[in-house]
């Protein structure tokens, strides 16, 4: 699977931003993608996934702030941020892996990677 992300910036706490990440090379039988992110001097976590069942998973921290979705012709992967803090400054990275379902956070579970977008939150 083969992905590039695009859609991040600086935006003040508080605001919101919209990424984006277009997919190409995904098999209809099965798959699950994700969003993670990487902050300086940290581990890359797992932030929201969705699989082709269209189920999804969130981490505690952004659920009621993040929205992940999938366009129907399964191209674009959308990650809607809301309600951002310093905290959600990081490294956003989308991620996919073919013949699977269910929407795992985990890192082992994914092995196709985007190059990253930046998103940074300060006033």
């Known amino acids: 699977v083969q992905l590039v992300e695009s859609g991040g910036g600086l935006v003040q706490p508080g605001g919101s931003l919209r990424l984006s990440c277009a997919v190409s090379?995904?098999?209809?039988?099965?798959?699950?993608m994700a969003w993670f992110r990487q902050a300086s001097g940290k581990e890359r976590e797992g932030v929201a996934a969705?699989?082709?069942?269209?189920?999804?998973n969130y981490a505690n921290s952004v659920k009621g702030r993040f929205i992940i979705s999938l366009d129907n012709a399964e191209t674009t992967l959308y990650l809607q941020m809301t309600s951002l803090k310093p905290e959600d400054t990081a490294m956003y990275y989308c991620?996919?892996?073919?013949?699977?379902?269910?929407?795992?956070?985990?890192?082992?579970?994914?092995?196709?990677w985007g190059q990253g977008s930046q998103v940074t939150v300060s006033a």
């Open positions: 090379g995904v098999h209809p039988r099965g798959y699950r």
């Open positions: 991620a996919a892996k073919n013949d699977v379902t269910f929407p795992s956070l985990e890192i082992v579970e994914y092995v196709d």
């Open positions: 969705i699989d082709s069942a269209r189920r999804i």
